[in-house]
């Protein structure tokens, strides 16, 4: 008989591989993101793998298969999507209804019945592709907003599993996460897992708030209690592949790269932007900073240009080809007013460089402007900083990303103050090299130590903690033996005291803690004896004494407070009451003892 040994399984709405068809078929090239990098190392030892969709529709089963068969052979198992799919899962309610609204962009929400169904359809196949790899002692490790349902579609099937869920962008506050019609459903998918992960604490705190406030579940120091389990949530910033963007900045290509550039220029000095092209990286609020920075220093006309990297995404979509028109009329505009014969205010690209092209432009840039109005974290921060072998340049970034968290050494600017963010970008431009060196040098040993090796490790190791924690705090059910003789020696016993919790055992839970009582089947089980005395803790149970069942009242009660101290000894009425003169755990003693 062959056993298997634990693996993980790590599953993500896309795959680290991208499948493409071209004049000679299939291609497959693995992604360069930074989630692909991190978990690089778990899922391709010791029989782990990744569950995801490859990128690509596709409606032939022979074509299917072969893509299957090739990603198995790299630790992959793909999910495939159709065509309906593709429009209301992911284009519909993911990145219509959960993006704009987690990065506080609700006015370009949508709220469309059919995209949430799709949704829950897609969630429910992920979950079936994962059950089918997954043995019981098997650690799922869930990604990002694509499946916030599926740790709790996981847990439906498999009660004692370990999963973990992180979060890659914002967790916006209650008040904006309460607008979304299905938001008990998505709290309580991610409350499916052991362990949730955000990059920062504002996240988190968003998080519990909105699990206190629309679910009503208590929380403390980041555990969240359910009421057979408890939910450790926790905040993970992620990190870069630290030396492999140093090594990318020390080659011999970026190097020439770089010297290539810096003939173009003409010895003009750079500010650098890279960005994905959306409405929450805050391009068109970066370019009309710059515009005020030229005009509020007319000093820097010519002497320094803003090299601006959009790369595509989504342009199809009204709101980025809106974006993408407002973006190429702000360019036009500020450099027809500014530009000379020998000097161009911005250098605008409209598409993705290769990494060591990237990486030459970081190292020719003196400043790097990231300011996006509202981000996850914000990697490319991280990477233009670990480019920075020579410990100079100044990072300008938003306080509303992630990284601000970390790199506090950077300039830290409001995205929406266009004022502040042109004064920002002076005084990086005319930062003493000293003071350049001291606040560099910071940053890069930061990114340094907490690279993205350390955070999927320090992850993989609390969420495998909150597992150990809570079968530490598990309820254990007594078995048939075990049973057996406890209810031997009770029925032996001349004096049995039962101990009996009352709010959730006795009575049922109820909003109106006034309101509930005991069950008319608990009665028959507690009928009068002159050997036996009971007693029950309860917060409320004494104001509800009168309106007992039938068949309570000829049994005397001793009733414990919970929450505070004092003691009540009910008579067959249930009105006697007397308080105890000691506090602390001491106060039970005198009732305990009388019985």
Known sequence: MTI?????IIVSNRLPTKVQRNNEGLSFKPSEGGLATGLGSIYRQDGNVWVGWPGL???????????AEALQGDSMAPVFLSEVEIENFY?????????????YFPQFATYEPAHWQAYVAVNEKFCRAVLELAGPDDTIWVHDYQLLLLPQLLRQQRPDCTIGFFLHIPFPSYELLRVLPWRRQLLEGMLGADLIGFHTFGYMRHFLSSVSQLLGLPNQNGQVELPTRSVLVDAFPMGIDYEHYVQAAGSEAAQQHEATYREALRGSRVVLSI???????GIAQRLRAFEQLLQRHPEWVGQVSLLMVVVPSRDQVAQYASLKQEIDELVGRINASFSTIDWNPIYYFYRSFPLEELAALYRLAEVGLVTPVRDGMNLVAKEFVACKTDNRGVLILSERAGAARELSDALLINPTDLEGMAEALHQALTMPADEQEQRMTAMRELVREYNVFAWSKLFMYQLAYSKVKQNTLATHVLDEKASSQLLADYQAAPQRLLLLDYDGTLAHFHPNPRKPSPTRSCASCCAPSPTTRRTAWSSSAGATVPRWPTGWGSC???????????CARLAKTGNC??????????SCAPCLTST
């Open 556 to 566: 005397p009660w001793t009733l414990l407070p919970s929450t505070a101290c004092g």
């Open 275 to 281: 960005d994905r092209l959306d409405y929450s990286k």
């Open 577 to 586: 009451f007397r308080s105890c003169a000691t506090t602390g755990c001491t």
């Open 57 to 67: 529709l596709v409606e032939d089963p022979a074509e299917e298969k072969q893509i």
């Open 91 to 103: 284009e519909g309610f993911s990145n219509s209804t959960l993006w704009p609204t987690f990065h």
């Open 4 to 8: 298997r040994m634990p693996r993980t």
